[in-house]
């Protein structure tokens, strides 16, 4: 979707692995939950396939009844162990100030719970002109489409339909478990090795837009 001038230039970015390296904060909620509730989760496999909804990844390890319950006590822990050892990505800095060069508004739209996903970006010194968390895939483009966001940037193949249900132009980061071959294969129009790449990738996008 072109860039117009009646239209200014708003970009999403998706959080986990994209933007923030949430890994360690995960792996550690995960098992401070563990250790809790005794229950046994394999945290090392958890954190290699962030993306999806929490009840998603929760539904591996406790019967349906106790969902609503553990998924409040993982987000209460969470506070307690994940921003500390989070960090931001190579360029997520920059790519952030990209947009902002080009007169344009953040937005990050990501499947974190939207409390834990703000204190992450204050943690991280991230600033974003729009967050709206608790989505993912599809409903991801429904937010983009109401905040008027012409680019998607994520890592997941979930984040990629998102972009592409907005119909903006979907451009995927391999930082997180998907390779470029993946990711192009889902439809990005782009992938990039990681957000380094992207202040010079949105310049030539605008410049041919």
Wanted: aromatic residues 6%.
């Amino acid at each position: 979707m072109p860039v117009t001038s009646d239209a200014p230039l708003t970009v999403g970015f998706d959080l986990d692995m994209t933007l923030l390296d949430t890994r360690p904060g995960i792996r550690a909620t995960y098992l401070a939950l563990s250790a809790e509730t005794g229950t046994a989760i394999d945290a090392d496999l958890v954190v290699t396939r962030l993306g999806p909804p929490l009840l998603d990844e929760l539904r591996n390890w406790f019967p349906a009844e106790e969902l609503d319950a553990v998924a409040h006590r993982y987000r209460t822990l969470y506070r307690d162990h994940a921003f500390a050892p989070t960090v931001a990505l190579p360029g997520a800095h920059a790519a952030l100030d990209a947009v902002r060069a080009h007169g344009g508004r953040v937005a990050v739209i990501t499947g974190k719970y939207e409390p834990n996903a703000r204190l992450h970006l204050e943690h991280a010194g991230l600033r974003a002109d729009a967050l709206v968390g608790d989505l993912w895939a599809e409903t991801k483009g429904v937010a983009l489409r109401e905040h008027g966001a012409t680019v998607y940037v994520g890592d997941h193949l979930g984040d990629i339909r998102g972009a592409k249900h907005a119909d903006a132009v979907a451009v995927g980061v391999a930082t997180g478990p998907y390779g470029a071959d993946e990711l192009l294969a889902a439809g990005a129009d782009v992938v990039l090795p990681d957000l380094t790449a992207f202040p010079a990738w949105l310049d030539g996008h605008l410049a041919a837009g």
